[in-house]
C-alpha cells in the first residue's frame, strides 16, 4: 500500500475537511454533521475518548453561519471548579485571590461564533447552573461583578461518558441535559469501522513523513493487518500515535510490523468486558472479593460497599502503574476526568 496514492475521495460520501473516513458508520456522523451546522441548535458530541469529537466540533463551526465568527474550545475536565468558572464567564479585579485585572471570559470571546465544551460531565453541579442560564437566557455575570453581560454563543458540548447515568446518578443535571441534548451526534469507535484503517493509516504515513522529513509510504501486509486487527482503546489518537513512532523509527520507505508496539502484534484479542486497558477484572475482582470475605466479620455492616471499594482502589493502582504514574494518561485509560482521579488517589491513598 503506498501512501502516496492516497486520496480521500468525495464519491465515498460527503467530504469534511480533516476528518478521513467512509465507513458507513461515519457517513451517518456527516451527514448529521452538515444537517445540523446549518441551524443554531446546541450539539451533544458522544463518544469514547480518542475518537474526534473535537474535529467534528471544528467542522460542525465552519460550516455554519457562524463559520466566520470565532471559535472557542474549552477542556472542562482540565481546570478546578473555580478556575473553571473564571475561565469560561471571566472576572472582575479583585474579585478573588491574584484577580489583579478584569478579564474577559470564554463565553464573550465567542460571541457570534462557537463556544466548544469538552468533557461536560465533568463539570460542578454549581457551575451547571451558571451554563443552563447562558443557554436558555444568553446572559451572565463575571465573577465578582453584578453587571449582566449579553452574548451570541453557540454551544457544543461533549462528553466521554453517558449523561443519561450521570443524570441518574445525581451528577449532572437533568435540565441542563436537555437543554444540550438538542442534536446529539454519537462519534463511533475506531473498533467498530475497522474499514477506515487503512485510509488513517495512509493520512498518518503522509503527515508524519512530512513533518519529519521522512518517505516512509509504504506498509507492510503484515503491520496492516495487525492495526486492523487491534482493539483500540485509544482509538484513532492511540493509532495516529503509533504510525508517527513508527515514520520517526523506519529506517526503510515501509512500516513494517516491528515498528509497531507488542500491544497491537500480539495475537490474543480482550474479550467483551474482561479487560479495562490491560487489567484482568476476572481476576482482580476474585481476588478482591475473597479478601473481603476473609476478612469480613459477622457484623460487617456493608460487605459489598466495602468490596466495590477495594476493587475500585485495587483497579485505579494497576492502572496507575500501568500508565507510570502519569495521572492524565491514567485518567483516559480509566474514562475518567484528572480532577476525579486525584480525589480518588488522596481518598485510597495512592498519592506518590
Same mark, same amino acid.
Given at each position: 500500500?503506498?501512501?502516496a496514492n492516497y486520496n480521500y475521495r468525495s464519491d465515498t ?56 465568527? =470565532? ?6 475536565? @482540565?481546570?478546578? &471548579? ?25 463565553? &464573550? ?35 465578582? #461583578? ?11 458540548? @461533549?462528553?466521554?461518558? #453517558? ?11 437533568? +435540565? ?9 451526534? #454519537? ?41 486492523? +486487527?487491534?482493539?483500540? =482503546?485509544?482509538?484513532?489518537? &492511540? ?21 509497531? =508496539? ?6 490474543? %484479542?480482550?474479550?467483551a468486558g474482561s479487560r479495562i486497558r490491560g487489567v484482568d ?12 470475605? @476473609? ?5 460487617? #455492616? ?26 492524565? %494518561? ?23
Amino acid at each position: 500500500m503506498s501512501a502516496a496514492n492516497y486520496n480521500y475521495r468525495s464519491d465515498t460520501g460527503p467530504p469534511i475537511p480533516g476528518i478521513i473516513g467512509s465507513s458507513p458508520a461515519m457517513q451517518d456522523v456527516y451527514r448529521l454533521t452538515r444537517r445540523v451546522a446549518r441551524s443554531n441548535a446546541s450539539v451533544l458530541l458522544l463518544g469514547e475518548t480518542g475518537t474526534g469529537k473535537e474535529l467534528i466540533a471544528t467542522a460542525i463551526h465552519r460550516l455554519s453561519d457562524r463559520g466566520s465568527g =470565532p471559535l472557542v474550545k474549552v477542556n472542562c475536565g @482540565a481546570l478546578s &471548579e473555580s478556575l473553571l468558572e473564571s475561565e469560561l464567564f471571566g472576572h472582575v479585579r479583585g474579585s478573588f485571590t491574584g484577580a489583579i485585572n478584569n478579564r474577559t471570559g470564554r463565553f &464573550e470571546a465567542a460571541h457570534t461564533g462557537t463556544i466548544f465544551l469538552d468533557e461536560i460531565n465533568s463539570t460542578t453541579l454549581h457551575l451547571q447552573i451558571k451554563l443552563l442560564r447562558v443557554l436558555q437566557e444568553r446572559e451572565f455575570e463575571r465573577v465578582g #461583578d453584578t453587571q449582566t453581560v449579553r452574548v451570541d454563543t453557540r454551544v457544543i458540548a @461533549a462528553s466521554n461518558r #453517558d449523561l443519561m447515568n450521570e443524570v441518574q446518578e445525581d451528577r449532572f443535571r437533568e +435540565d441542563l441535559y436537555w437543554r444540550l441534548n438538542v442534536v446529539p451526534i #454519537d462519534i463511533p469507535p475506531l473498533r467498530d469501522r475497522r474499514e477506515d484503517v487503512a485510509d488513517l493509516v495512509a493520512h498518518f504515513l503522509n503527515y508524519y513523513s512530512e513533518l519529519n522529513e521522512r518517505f516512509v509510504v509504504h506498509i507492510q501486509r503484515e503491520a496492516m493487518e495487525a492495526l486492523q +486487527d487491534h482493539h483500540w =482503546p485509544g482509538n484513532v489518537r &492511540e493509532l495516529q500515535n503509533y504510525v508517527e513512532r513508527a515514520v520517526v523509527m523506519a529506517e526503510t520507505d515501509e512500516l513494517t510490523i516491528d515498528l509497531l =508496539p507488542d500491544s497491537v502484534t500480539r495475537s490474543e %484479542k480482550p474479550q467483551a468486558g474482561s479487560r479495562i486497558r490491560g487489567v484482568d477484572l476476572e481476576t482482580l475482582t476474585y481476588e478482591v472479593v475473597q479478601q473481603g470475605l @476473609a476478612t469480613a466479620g459477622p457484623e460487617e #455492616d456493608s460487605l459489598h460497599t466495602k468490596i466495590v471499594s477495594r476493587i475500585e482502589r485495587e483497579l485505579i493502582a494497576q492502572v496507575m502503574l500501568a500508565c507510570s504514574n502519569v495521572q492524565t %494518561k491514567a485518567a483516559s485509560k480509566l474514562g475518567i476526568n484528572r480532577n476525579t482521579l486525584h480525589k480518588k488517589l488522596k481518598e485510597y491513598d495512592l498519592e506518590s
